[in-house]
């Protein structure tokens, strides 16, 4: 197979005709068969088809309305990948990285009491695009205080923060009931990790730090964790997404419940929102599946960068919390657009 160099560095543009040549530091484009694959034919193609048909009419292309409408009939889930698309490597010279993430959910409360005084704010009104907003140590020390912007409040800071990276959640109340909520948007600063933070200290060796124990040592030493905390200064706001029921995922970057396992973040600059992605996991627990990229991440940077939905709750959490494996990344491109990849290649 031979290379092509993307014409765009979104795969909806790849076949520009206006296209610049591009540098030799660009991303590269290799066309794949479907036996380059290993275990395919052992994936359960008919789960990554329900999935993809969930966010299908909206991804951009003029390629996708007639792929869409094969897939809302097809009954051969493998048949109608295999005739309709064909596998691409995506190479932008970073070291490919899987991790995971989850939809955390809280234990709260509508009003403030001893037990739940931390507050999860909506968006501000005042926050201004591009503008850099109170810092979290600002809010945390009270700077949205009295303003009437408090969601609900939860029981534990570190929980809190850790709903901010994942940026959705569920607060489950002392009735029982659900709140659903999702991002709504940020204070304009840079997002700093608080890993890195520990590393830097002399805490914890590289290898070592993960979401647990971060959130252990936290516990562990609450005036210190506080400070660690507010390291990083960037805060997310949060939405009410009450038409969201409990039986469903959290809303991903294409406005619709992404799917535990079949759901993956990527970086939207390399990979279609919306389009199918082949994944080959390495680790201790290596993973073949077919999943749909429905969401993003500030932290999901890069052609051969993914982060996998694992699901709602603390096991979810504590199974999304240890991945961070190498492997590869397959976009399954439309057949016309791969075709023009061979061209442009061969020519």
Known sequence: MMWARLASLTLAGVLAASAPVMAADEPMAKVLSFEDLPKWAEDDHSAALSTFRETCDLIKGREWPQLCAVAAKVEDARAF?????RPVLIEDGQEPLFTGY??????????????????????PSDVS??????????????????????IAWVDDPVELFFLQVQGSGRIRLENGSIIRIGYAGHNGRNYRSIGQELIARGVYDPHQVSAKVIQNWVRRNPTAGTDLLNTNPSYVFFRELPKLSADKGPIGAMHRSITPMRSIAIDPKFVTLGAPVWIEKEGEEPLHRLMIAQDTGSAIKGAQRADIFFGSGNQAGELAGQIKDPGRLIVLMPIQLAYGLEERAEG
């Open 81 to 85: 990948f295999e005739l309709f698309f």
């Open 129 to 150: 695009p591009g503008t850099p907003y109170f810092s979290r140590r600002d809010i945390t020390e009270g700077a949205l205080s009295g303003r009437g912007l408090e």
């Open 102 to 123: 989850f939809e955390p959910e809280l234990r709260g409360s509508r009003t403030q009491s001893a037990r739940y005084r931390y507050p999860v704010y909506r968006m």
